[in-house]
């Protein structure tokens, strides 16, 4: 016997040596889990791997401009952080998604964002993808916080594999 906790935080024991009458609906709802996982895969095997030296690309934060400066009503502005892939493998690779969220909890955050695109990368080039992200702060910084932002940047290509970078800027501005 265990315990499932449901999404709204309702726990139920589920005993699935019961005769099979009575835990029906569970047996139900995990299949149904079961198949619609295994229904929306893509084909392709997927794999997320840190990114960094013996990899196939590189990826760096080549700028992050602020040129808007209009807040919204939650005080959010919109930033364009400049993605630079390079390809560093001896094949053409394809970027087909990049992601930008926060990595950790600081008082700067970013909204999650993901832009899809369909950009071959020759071997020994770079491309600069432009990412339209929003950021503000969640709260105000805690004394003796640096006034830094960790930014976790995902690089997925045509192929099915991801690479995850991390990247660390500085917060100019305190609320």
Known sequence: MFTLVTGNGLQSDVNFWARRRDNVMVRFVLVTFLL?????????????IEGGPGQPIS?????VDNAVTIEDPDHSRQYTVQVEVSNISDVPLTV???AIRTGGSGAFQVSPTVQTFNEMIDPGKDHLFDMIVRGRFARALSPGEPRTVILNCIVTL???DSYAYNFEGPVR???
């Open 173 to 175: 501005e305190v609320p």
């Open 158 to 160: 045509t192929n099915g």
């Open 59 to 63: 990826v760096d934060i080549a700028a």
């Open 96 to 98: 087909g998604q990049i």
């Open 36 to 48: 619609t996982g295994c229904a929306s895969s893509s084909g392709l095997v997927s794999q997320t």
